[in-house]
């Protein structure tokens, strides 16, 4: 059902706007530290004066009171020494949303080129975990920075050597990812994987039915019960995931099932429409950039997309196998809880080759039809109006305690 709360909405439109200004600036080349301060700044505010909002919200505010996470070594740190501070904990969420965009700034420094649709798209992938999953999406303002740093060392191989201290980041990064939501080693592994292994994108006609057949065929009918015995496995290495174990009949069977996440039919063509053009036209751009890429060097200087995306086509290519790989195991396991956290944190970096596609839509790469696919980009932007306007519970800031 839509609805209207003038404060909620200007802020978010508000804020919304800053996006779009801040990266037309930075796309523009203006000083992109000096530029992204005032998203730094009221992101930070925005979000840290939320109240309520969020699937998960109240449940921290007790966590931070009780210190109900012992074993997230970091996060109950921090916590503590908020709370040794005054800080109550309505207001710790503004201490988590700080690390994120700085996290989120710096991994998008790299692209900048195309702010003008990367920064207003970066938004419109994370609120909905910021703001539903905090610790999750506290984690993952280190993903961001392992991301960033890992793709700095990438670029730079083998024209300089890998110190000891960069060695030492992403191991500080992961450990403290980690050390606050411990299923933030499964992305870290996953997206190491991807970015130092895969060179080129997924091809559309295997990614295409397998997102399919997982919405439509496995996720409808498949008896998830029969990975029990993997589950045990999992559980005996971890304490915190078997928790999750202990009550597999209710997590991974027909009980897990969750009716809140089911959509009406329009929606559900809607969205895959969007994840099956999204995957098609990233396959067919990125796989035209590495064609181009392994020709003489001669011919790589006469070709203007090649040109532009530069030497950041390793980073380009690994964010959209990972929201590829994110929306096969999204899709496929949706209304099970526990596995679709986990994936939704990798389908958010769909924003990246979205924002790639937009900006090149006119290039000779693309004909009239792959345009006309690009239509299906509209479902991340109904994820965006869905947020601002479609609610049931009244949405509250501090000050509506």
């Not at 200087?301 to 980073?315: A, D, E, F, Q």
Request: hydrophobic residues 50%.
């Amino acid at each position: 059902m839509f609805n209207f709360d003038f404060t909620y909405d200007f802020i978010y439109l508000f804020l919304f706007g800053l996006m779009m200004i801040v990266g037309n600036n930075v796309s523009k080349g203006k000083n992109y530290r000096l530029s992204c301060f005032w998203i730094i700044l009221f992101f930070t505010l925005i979000e840290g004066v939320r109240y309520g909002r969020g699937v998960d919200y109240l449940h921290y505010i007790d966590v931070y009171n009780y210190d109900l996470e012992p074993k997230e070594v970091f996060f109950t740190a921090i916590n503590r020494g908020l709370k040794s501070l005054g800080v109550t904990a309505e207001y710790a969420f503004m201490f988590y949303a700080f690390p994120f965009i700085w996290g989120g700034i710096t991994f998008m420094k790299p692209m900048r080129k195309y702010g003008a649709y990367l920064f207003p798209l970066f938004l419109m992938s994370i609120i909905f975990i910021h703001e539903s999953f905090p610790r999750q999406a506290f984690s993952l303002s280190f993903v961001f920075f392992y991301m960033a740093k890992l793709n700095d060392i990438i670029e730079t191989f083998p024209h300089r050597k890998i110190q000891i201290i960069q060695w030492a980041e992403l191991a500080t990064y992961a450990l403290v990812a980690y050390s606050i939501h411990s299923v933030a080693i499964i992305g870290i592994f996953v997206t190491t994987l991807v970015m130092l292994f895969l060179k080129r994108p997924f091809p559309w006609v295997f990614t295409v039915p397998i997102i399919l057949i997982g919405k439509f065929v496995i996720a409808k009918s498949f008896d998830f019960s029969y990975i029990n015995g993997l589950l045990q496995f999992l559980g005996s290495t971890n304490e915190k995931f078997g928790g999750y174990v202990d009550n597999a009949n209710r997590w991974f069977s027909e009980e897990a099932i969750n009716s809140l996440y089911d959509r009406n039919i329009l929606v559900e063509i809607l969205e895959s429409f969007g994840c099956c053009s999204f995957a098609y036209l990233g396959c067919k751009f990125f796989s035209r950039f590495c064609e181009y890429k392994d020709k003489i060097k001669e011919n790589i200087h006469k070709n203007r997309v090649l040109m532009s995306l530069g030497t950041h086509y390793n980073l380009y290519v690994s964010l959209f196998n990972i929201s590829i790989i994110g929306y096969i195991v999204f899709e496929t396991f949706y209304n099970l809880e526990i596995v679709r956290r986990v994936a939704y944190s990798w389908t958010i970096f769909w924003f990246v080759p979205i924002s790639l596609i937009l900006y090149y839509r006119n290039c000779r790469i693309f004909n009239k039809f792959d345009r006309l696919l690009m239509l299906g980009f509209f479902f991340w932007a109904w994820e965006f109006i869905r947020f601002l306007f479609v609610w049931e519970d009244v949405r509250m800031f501090i000050w509506d305690r």
